[in-house]
């Protein structure tokens, strides 16, 4: 079964420093690949998606992120974050075909001023 | 060119009561994805509709839950009998074509089983 684990449910940073989201998958077929960001009482926004071709990939709000197939990995990086980045994300997967999304459990980013 | 709508917003009841939730989706999405958030964890799956086709109902946890949805509009979530641990974020997605499209969230509806 697919399954997506976020490994640090919490991440503290200090404004303009770099941060990095971590993010790995388990699947035995392909996937597409999904960074979400929800602001405080807000819903699920779009930041990024990984669906084939160059393995570095770039959203909104200045975030990027790289598919590493050998190491099942999606991490998501910021080079220089901003007190409005203050949010949970979430890193989610979908087999190809009518499927939903598996979440991982989300990591709260907390910059620091 | 409103996006998905959620209501109601947020929903206190008692154990034991019927609840029904409702999603309006963007106009023109075939999918619509119902998915639970509940505290401290990420988003479950519920049941998914796409088109006409029967839905995947395989990720509601219990017969209590269901689901309908009329055509390509507004479907409605019930939870029959609620219990303490349906207390969670009831978040609802609309997507133009299924596999590798972006899924529009809802805000979700807060729900409260006291």
């Known amino acids: 079964a697919q399954s997506v684990t976020q490994l640090d449910s919490q991440v503290p940073v200090f404004e303009e420093a770099p941060v990095e989201l971590r993010c790995n998958y388990s699947s035995s077929v392909s996937v597409y690949l999904f960074w979400y960001v929800q602001y405080p009482n807000q819903g699920l926004q779009l930041l990024l998606k990984?669906?084939?071709?160059?393995?570095l990939v770039k959203g909104i709000n200045g975030f990027e992120a790289e598919f590493n197939k050998s190491q099942t990995s999606f991490h998501l990086r910021k080079p220089s974050v901003h007190i409005s980045d203050t949010a949970e994300y979430f890193c989610?997967?979908?087999?190809?075909?009518?499927?939903?999304?598996?979440f991982g459990k989300g990591t709260r980013l907390s910059v620091i001023a | 060119g409103a996006g998905v709508s959620q209501s109601p917003s947020n929903k206190v009841t008692e154990k034991g009561k019927d609840v029904e939730l409702r999603c309006d989706p963007i106009?023109?999405?075939?999918?619509l994805y119902w998915y639970r958030q509940r505290l401290g964890q990420g988003l479950e799956f519920l049941i998914y509709f796409q088109g006409n086709s029967a839905p995947d109902k395989s990720g509601l946890p219990s017969d209590r839950f269901s689901a309908e949805r009329t055509g390509e509009s507004v479907s409605t979530l019930t939870i029959q009998r609620t219990q303490q641990e349906d207390s969670a974020v009831y978040l609802c997605a609309s997507s133009l074509l299924a596999g590798g499209t972006e899924q529009f969230f809802g805000p979700g509806t807060r729900l409260t089983v006291l």
């Open positions: 989610a997967a979908q087999p190809p075909g009518n499927t939903p999304l598996v």
């Open positions: 106009s023109g999405h075939t999918a």
């Open positions: 990984y669906l084939s071709g160059s393995t």
